[in-house]
Nanobody, 120 residues
Framework: QVQLVESGGGLVQPGGSLRLSCLASGVTLGHYAVGWFRQAPGKEREGVSCISKTVNTTYIMDSVKGRFTISRDNAKNTVYLQMNSLKPEDTAVYYC?????????????WGQGTQVTVSS
């Protein structure tokens, strides 16, 4: 059974930093690309960052470039999102996702989300 558990969210002042973690069980994250998404109140879920299984390729959405960094620790079966210089518009629930292929059929697994609130 695949489970993803996000942690590391919280309340932070503008300009502050947080590091989110996505810990997996039931799946070896090192075999797959993993993405971070976020959803603000009243808005659609959007892709924030993604890291390939080989770590050679990463994607960062334009509005967080230079502030957010995605990384992975395969030994800990965890993917991280380091968020620096946070802005109020970064406030959202952050989710991690992994797409697992089984017999050629993809299945998306999501975590429960972690709330990030940037406010003074």
């Amino acid at each position: 059974q695949v489970q993803l558990v996000e942690s590391g969210g919280g309340l932070v002042q503008p300009g502050g930093s947080l590091r989110l973690s996505c810990l997996a069980s039931g799946v070896t994250l090192g075999h797959y690309a993993v993405g971070w998404f976020r959803q603000a109140p009243g808005k659609e879920r959007e892709g924030v960052s993604c890291i390939s299984k080989t770590v050679n390729t990463t994607y960062i959405m334009d509005s967080v470039k230079g502030r957010f960094t995605i990384s992975r620790d395969n030994a800990k079966n965890t993917v991280y999102l380091q968020m620096n210089s946070l802005k109020p518009e970064d406030t959202a629930v952050y989710y991690c996702k992994v797409r697992v292929y089984q017999l050629g059929t993809p299945t998306d697994y999501w975590g429960q989300g972690t709330q990030v609130t940037v406010s003074s």
